[in-house]
Nanobody, 125 residues
């Protein structure tokens, strides 16, 4: 079983950047597909990105169309931490961002077994 703790959220302006962190404990992130999801007020939780290690120094990552080219997911096995670098933030990126872990790649939140508590990102002018 893995425990996940997100951090790095905050209030930023449109066009700014922010990096979210997801610190894992209990098991190594290389054992899982690690995903980022977000939930805006009044909306369902949606997929943002996921990453899975597929070999030594080889990773598979996928992104939601809405964040492709702006967000980058990465992992640091030594720190057992997954990151979400968010650039060119837009008003519509405002949400609570959640880190999650699963045994296989998926963009469906209901297929993820482990979740963090979330970190709030607010993009406002």
């Amino acid at each position: 079983q893995v425990q996940l703790v997100e951090s790095g959220g905050g209030l930023v302006q449109p066009g700014d950047s922010l990096r979210l962190s997801c610190a894992a404990s209990g098991r190594t992130i290389s054992s899982y597909t690690m995903g980022w999801f977000r939930q805006a007020p009044g909306k369902e939780r949606e997929f943002v990105a996921h990453i899975r290690q597929i070999g030594t120094n080889a990773f598979y990552a996928d992104y939601a169309d809405s964040v492709k080219g702006r967000f980058t997911i990465s992992g640091d096995n030594a720190k057992n931490t997954v990151y979400l670098q968010m650039n060119s933030l837009k008003l519509e990126d405002t949400a609570v961002y959640y880190c999650a872990a699963n045994n296989f790649p998926s963009s469906r939140p209901n297929e993820y077994d482990y979740w963090g508590q979330g970190t709030r990102v607010t993009v406002s002018s």
